[in-house]
């Protein structure tokens, strides 16, 4: 069995493999394809996960926030454009999800006349910004909602075979 980490600066991999009280070797029995060696190098810091490393790291921990959490800190392309996500209770993600929605209703007509010429002018750049931020946090609040449901089916707390079936259509 090994031993302990006593390091004080541990990353959200190993955070999270030791909350599940896996040693390295265990983990790599859990995360298909993923050596104790190289799951070292990543919760040290010598080297980055690679994409389908947290993929089964997010998998096998029942942990899909995981994905997240590097597409928006450690991928390139993902720090510009994903934001990251936090794992919300349901009942805070539908209360954000309807006020952005009442918003973004009030805000709906301005947006039309905003864009109906095709162009924005200097004097509509103000309230377009404003109503795009508030699509961006409808946005973000779709995908909490959808990091939700990913944990909750991990964790088998919903039916994963019924939530498919009824998600195929």
């Known amino acids: ?27 790599s029995d859990v995360v298909a394809a993923v050596s104790p060696e190289r799951i070292e190098k990543i919760e040290s810091g010598k080297s980055l996960a690679h994409p389908d490393e947290v993929l089964a790291m997010a998998d096998g921990y029942r942990m899909p926030e995981l994905c997240n959490y590097y597409c928006a800190n450690e991928c390139p392309i993902g720090q510009r454009y994903v934001p990251e996500i936090k794992v919300k209770d349901l009942s805070q993600i539908v209360l954000e999800m309807l006020a952005s929605l009442n918003s973004m209703d009030r805000a709906k007509n301005r947006l039309i006349e905003i864009t109906a010429d095709g162009s924005i002018e200097e004097d509509e750049i103000r309230d377009f910004v404003r109503i795009q931020e508030e699509l961006e946090k409808i946005s973000v609040t779709v995908e909490t909602l ?24």
């Open 1 to 27: 069995m090994g031993r302990a980490s006593t390091r004080q600066n541990k990353n959200i991999y190993q955070l999270r493999r030791e909350e599940l009280g896996l040693t390295r070797e265990k983990a």
């Open 146 to 169: 959808q990091l939700w449901v990913e944990k909750k089916l991990a964790d088998k707390e919903i039916n994963a075979d019924l939530y498919n079936e009824h998600k195929k259509g």
